[in-house]
């Protein structure tokens, strides 16, 4: 295999391999809104506090996700 | 009765399928979009815009959306605001009505110093929001100036029926530019359908060591107005808007109340750095050095925080928002007739939580920044 080649694959690879990070964005996404509606059903009258919370909560793991995102796209459409 | 029912509708919906995913692209292809991550420059001010703008003033794609944005807000607020009246009409009731719901959410984070932080996260909200929504336009990213394809940029030919030196030309969807090796792995009908639409003869691959300007790999459309947010350069400029803000903000909140004027703000300043450089601890004697350690590590680390926030704003609103373009152009070349609506709807969504997102945080960062405590922390908040 010439380097071309292998500097292709290994790009391709890299962007799949980096997607793998949003496995524990994912995760952390369900939890704050399993959580959230649950209080939410424990609590109706606080949903829209509980509601603002969970929309941040859900920001700062969606952003680890985002991040994996960026590091694959600049590996396809960049290098 | 009911089994035949049954049949037909899933007959329909497969037919639906085939036709949209198949039949119709077959018959109208269309112009497959290139995904570029860089924002193109369509005007150079002092450069030679063939040559990607070296020496001169770029105006980019993503500047172009964003002074439109800014042209579009300032506008329609000037409108509102030139005559208000105590019993709003529609427009003017829309407004406030949305302006309310923003100052409720900054209430809510910030209590009665909300006042105060508000200004800059509603225009950035607004901002952000009117900058996401562009995304949805038609026209944005798919009208622009065509120039010659370069590098892996699937080119096209330009239509036939275009004028020669005409100011508005189309790009023939029938006929991509392709090497010989793509043309010869063709089937036979689709060489057949190349002829017949006109197309050039495939194009041979460049040797090693020619140049490459001798190919003629065809027309691609570098688009006049793309989203502002899908350009890392707008996301970063409005996150590093948050952090001054947020520090400026914070400074503010952390002069006494005695002291007034410059030996004020020097305090407050001097105070607020304390939070981000606490060596106050390691001066105390004995064992309780240590816990002054530990508390004046865990001040760089908040300061370092606040730099990571920079970084996190950034790529959040950058990575939405692009990600949800290239998903665009991704379900465009796979169900290219109607496909692209559940994308635009699913983006209408991701465009206002973004902009909300921003906006939160923004709050939040400024309300922490904000706190004061220690030893000559004013009660209350």
């Given at each position: ?24 964005a994912?995760?952390g996404i369900g939890l704050a809104v399993g959580g959230a ?13 509980i509601q603002t919370n969970m929309i941040l909560g859900v920001a700062f793991s969606e952003a ?16 | ?356 997102v921003?906006?939160m945080l923004?709050?939040v ?17």
């Amino acid at each position: 295999m010439d380097i071309e080649t292998a500097t292709v694959l290994a790009k391709y690879l890299g962007a799949g391999f980096a997607m793998i990070g949003t496995i524990g964005a994912g995760i952390g996404i369900g939890l704050a809104v399993g959580g959230a509606v649950q209080a939410m059903g424990r609590n109706p009258d606080a949903a829209s506090l509980i509601q603002t919370n969970m929309i941040l909560g859900v920001a700062f793991s969606e952003a680890i996700g985002i991040f994996c995102l960026v590091v694959s796209l600049i590996l396809l459409f960049v290098i | 009765m009911n089994a035949i029912a049954r049949l037909i509708r899933w007959a329909v919906i497969v037919g639906l399928f085939v036709f949209l995913c198949g039949i119709l692209p077959r018959l109208f292809p269309t112009i497959l979009p290139t995904v570029s991550v860089e924002a193109e420059p369509v005007l150079c001010l002092g450069g030679d815009l063939a040559h990607h703008c070296e020496g001169g003033f770029a105006v980019t794609n993503s500047l172009v959306a964003t002074l439109i944005v800014d042209v579009a807000l300032i506008a329609i607020f000037l409108i509102i605001s030139r005559s208000p009246r105590l019993v709003p009409g529609r427009l003017q009731n829309f407004f406030e009505a949305f302006i309310e719901i923003l100052y409720g959410q900054a209430e809510q984070v910030a209590g009665k110093n909300a006042a105060r932080i508000f200004p800059v996260g509603a225009t950035i909200f607004l901002f952000v929001f009117f900058a996401n929504y562009m995304e949805l336009l038609p026209g944005v990213e798919s009208v622009g100036y065509v120039h010659h394809a370069e590098g892996d940029v699937q080119g096209y030919e330009l239509d036939p029926s275009t004028p020669e030196g005409s100011f508005l030309v189309f790009l023939n969807p029938r006929c991509p530019v392709i090497t010989q090796d793509a043309y010869d792995r063709l089937t036979p009908a689709a060489q057949q359908a190349r002829a017949e639409a006109g197309c050039r003869e495939p194009i041979h691959e460049a040797a090693e060591g020619e140049g490459e300007s001798e190919v003629d790999r065809g027309w691609t459309v570098v688009p006049t107005v793309r989203t502002a947010s899908t350009d890392i350069n707008v996301t970063l400029a409005l996150a590093l808007m948050v952090f001054i803000s947020t520090q400026v903000y914070g400074a503010i909140n952390h002069i006494p109340h005695d002291r007034k004027g410059v030996a004020g703000v020097l305090t407050g300043i001097k105070r607020y750095a304390n939070k981000f450089f606490n060596t106050g601890g390691l001066k105390k004697p004995g064992p309780a050095k240590i816990f002054g350690a530990i508390d004046w590590f865990a001040s760089l680390l908040e300061g370092l925080g606040e730099f990571v926030r920079i970084v996190s704003f950034t790529f959040r609103l950058f990575g939405n928002i692009f990600a949800g373009t290239v998903l665009i152009f991704v379900v465009m070349s796979l169900v290219p007739y109607v496909g692209p609506v559940a994308t635009l709807l699913l983006e209408t969504f991701v465009g206002l939580i973004q902009a909300y997102v921003f906006m939160m945080l923004a709050f939040v960062f400024m309300n922490a920044a904000a706190q004061v405590h220690g030893e000559h922390g004013e009660a209350g908040h």
